[in-house]
C-alpha cells in the first residue's frame, strides 16, 4: 500500500458538536483544538470532513474554523416534506458557510424510504449544482437492497465497515459496477476496539476475546488504531474511512502509525458477533 494514503482519510467531525464515544473520556473537542485539528489534517493531505445537523453545533463549528479547502459532507435528518429537505440544506450551508457541499446524503435511509419525494429533491438539489454528489448513510445491507430496488443509487455512500462489521463487503462489486464513492465509518466501532475489555460489561462478552487478541498483537493504542483503519484502507473499493479525533496529538498520533504500521491479517479469526454489538444505538445506556 502506498505510504501517501492520508488522502483516503476523511476527519469525522461529530466530536466537534457532541460528547461522543464509548471511550471518549475528554468530552465535547474545544474550539481551540478543532483548529489545530483542523490546520494539522490541512497540512497532512486530508481534504474532506464529515459532518451532519445532527452533530450538535458541528457545523457551526466548522463554519468558524475552516475556509474553501475542505471538501465537506454533511447529512440530514427526516425533514419532514420535501420543501424541508431543501431549507435543511441551505441551514446547513449557512452554518458552514459555503455556496455548496461536495455531497449531502439522507442520515437515516428510512426517510428515503418512506418519503421518496426527499429522493426526488436531492436529485434537484444536484441539478441546481448546490451538491455535487447525493446519497445516503446505512446501517443495515437491507436498506441498501431496498433502497436499490427502489432505483435511488447514490453518487456517494456511507456505511460502517471494520474487522467486527463486514456486513456490506458482499455489496462492494455491485456499488462499483454503479461508480458509488464508498465512505465507510467505526473502523474502531466507537471506539470500542481500542478499549480494554477488562472496562466493558458483560454485554460485550463475546467481543472481548477479540480485542484481547487485537491487543496481544497490537499493544499500543496507536498500534491498535492504525492495524484498524489499514484494515479498511487495504480494502481497493474504500474510497475514504471516516476518523474521529478529540485532539490534534490523537490525529498526530494515528496518522504517523498508519505509515508504518500494519494491517489486522483479512482472516482474521472473529467468531459470531450479533448485530446488537455492531449497531452502537442497541447499546445499553
Known amino acids: 500500500m502506498s505510504a501517501n494514503i492520508n488522502h483516503r482519510i476523511a476527519l ?7 460528547d461522543y464515544g464509548i471511550s471518549n473520556a475528554k468530552g465535547k473537542t474545544s474550539l481551540r483544538e478543532v483548529t489545530e485539528i483542523l490546520d494539522f489534517a490541512r497540512d497532512q493531505q486530508i481534504t474532506l470532513l464529515d459532518t451532519a ?14 475556509g474553501a479547502d475542505f471538501q465537506l459532507v454533511s447529512k440530514f435528518i427526516d425533514a419532514g ?4 429537505v431543501r431549507t435543511s440544506l441551505l441551514t446547513s450551508l449557512e452554518k458552514l458557510k459555503r455556496q455548496s457541499l461536495y455531497a449531502y446524503l ?7 424510504i418512506e418519503h421518496p419525494v426527499y429522493w426526488e429533491e436531492l436529485l434537484q438539489l444536484r441539478e441546481d449544482k448546490l451538491v455535487k454528489k447525493i446519497g445516503y448513510s446505512l446501517y443495515t445491507p437491507a436498506e441498501l437492497e431496498k433502497l436499490f430496488q427502489l432505483n435511488m443509487i447514490p453518487d456517494l455512500i456511507q456505511i460502517p465497515f471494520s474487522l467486527l462489521d463486514q456486513r456490506f463487503a458482499q455489496y462492494f462489486k455491485l456499488l462499483k459496477e454503479r461508480s458509488v464513492e ?13 478499549m480494554d475489555s477488562k472496562d466493558l460489561g458483560a454485554f460485550f462478552n463475546p467481543v472481548k476475546p477479540v480485542i484481547e ?9 496507536e498500534e491498535r488504531a492504525a492495524a484498524l483503519l489499514l484494515f479498511c484502507l487495504q480494502h481497493a473499493a474504500i474510497d475514504k474511512v471516516v476518523m474521529g479525533v478529540n485532539t490534534k496529538v490523537q490525529l498526530e498520533r494515528n496518522l504517523t502509525s498508519l505509515l508504518k504500521g500494519a494491517a ?12 446488537a454489538i455492531l449497531m452502537p444505538n442497541q447499546w445499553p445506556k
Open 106 to 112: 439522507a442520515h437515516h435511509a428510512n426517510s428515503l
Open 213 to 221: 487478541k487485537l491487543t496481544v498483537q497490537f499493544p499500543s493504542i
Open 182 to 194: 464508498i465512505h465507510v465509518r467505526s473502523a474502531f466501532l466507537q471506539g470500542l476496539l481500542l
Open 53 to 66: 445537523a445532527a452533530y450538535g453545533n458541528s457545523e457551526e463549528v466548522i463554519g468558524q474554523c475552516t
Open 264 to 275: 489486522v491479517d483479512k482472516d482474521f479469526e472473529i467468531g459470531e458477533i450479533s448485530e
Open 81 to 84: 416534506d420535501r420543501k424541508a
Open 12 to 18: 469525522g467531525t461529530v466530536q466537534f458538536g457532541l
